[in-house]
């Protein structure tokens, strides 16, 4: 079984479409994350959801929206997509009481905007 | 504030060599430190961490990273690259302590095994 799976695995769409991503883990961690990974392998945090509840919110524009319905589940809504969106977008868990823990990353989501 | 640096975006060895990716952090209190590895196409995994106890952790696959304060190092090394280490390579480091607990990462080094 899969930790932390992610739909779809790739994405190519047109500028000014919408499109979601959606992440899951079976991990029973409490903390899930959304990062962006450039074409230059630069990491970057963009939500943390700690039981449903948003913790992390960085400065990315408000056309991502982020939403998780149960804390096994985070999902990603990016509207009216520009060609700057086009990236790897990860997902990750862990449990946030555990300072040390890991992340469990999923198998990343590329996307690509024509 | 905290920050990770790692020395060297390309690293380039032969099979059997030597590995040893670089990496150094700045943290007004000594933090946890992680190395993940990403291989093509896929998601990061953690390769080793430190938190308390002893500096010379043990990973997988045959990696190590040693964790010194007083030089705020915490160096990725293996005796002999395999060609399957070929991969993408992050250390990040979190505080562990205060209210910021947020995980920092590193640009990445690139390693390349050559045969």
């Known amino acids: 079984d899969t930790a932390v799976s992610q739909t779809p695995k790739y994405l190519v769409t047109q500028m000014g479409n919408d499109k979601s991503i959606k992440c899951e883990q079976n991990?029973?961690?409490?903390?899930m994350y959304w990062y962006k990974q450039d074409s230059k392998k630069f990491l970057k945090i963009m939500f943390s959801?700690?039981?449903?509840?948003?913790?992390i919110n960085e400065t990315v524009p408000n056309r991502f929206s982020p939403k998780s319905p149960d804390k096994a589940h985070l999902n990603l809504h990016i509207n009216s997509l520009e060609l700057g969106d086009s990236a790897v977008y990860f997902c990750?868990?862990?449990?946030?009481?555990?300072?040390?823990?890991?992340?469990?990353f999923g198998e990343g989501s590329r996307l690509t905007v024509l | 504030a905290q920050s990770v640096t790692q020395l060297g975006s390309h690293v380039s060895v032969s099979e059997g060599a030597l590995v040893l990716l670089r990496c150094n952090y700045s943290?007004?209190?000594?933090?946890?430190l992680f190395w993940y590895v990403q291989y093509p196409n896929q998601g990061l995994q953690l390769l080793l961490k430190?938190?308390?106890?002893a500096t010379l952790v043990k990973g997988i696959n045959g990696f190590e990273a040693e964790f010194k304060k007083s030089e705020t190092s915490f160096h990725l090394t293996k005796p002999s690259a395999h060609m399957s280490d070929a991969a993408e390579y992050f250390c990040?480091?979190?505080?562990?302590?205060?209210?910021?607990?947020?995980?920092?990462w590193g640009l990445g080094t690139s390693l390349a095994v050559n045969p």
């Open positions: 990750a868990s862990r449990h946030r009481a555990t300072n040390t823990g890991e992340l469990f």
């Open positions: 991990l029973g961690h409490d903390t």
């Open positions: 959801y700690n039981n449903k509840e948003l913790i």
């Open positions: 943290s007004s209190v000594p933090p946890y």
């Open positions: 430190y938190t308390t106890g």
């Open positions: 990040a480091v979190r505080m562990n302590a205060g209210n910021n607990r947020k995980l920092i």
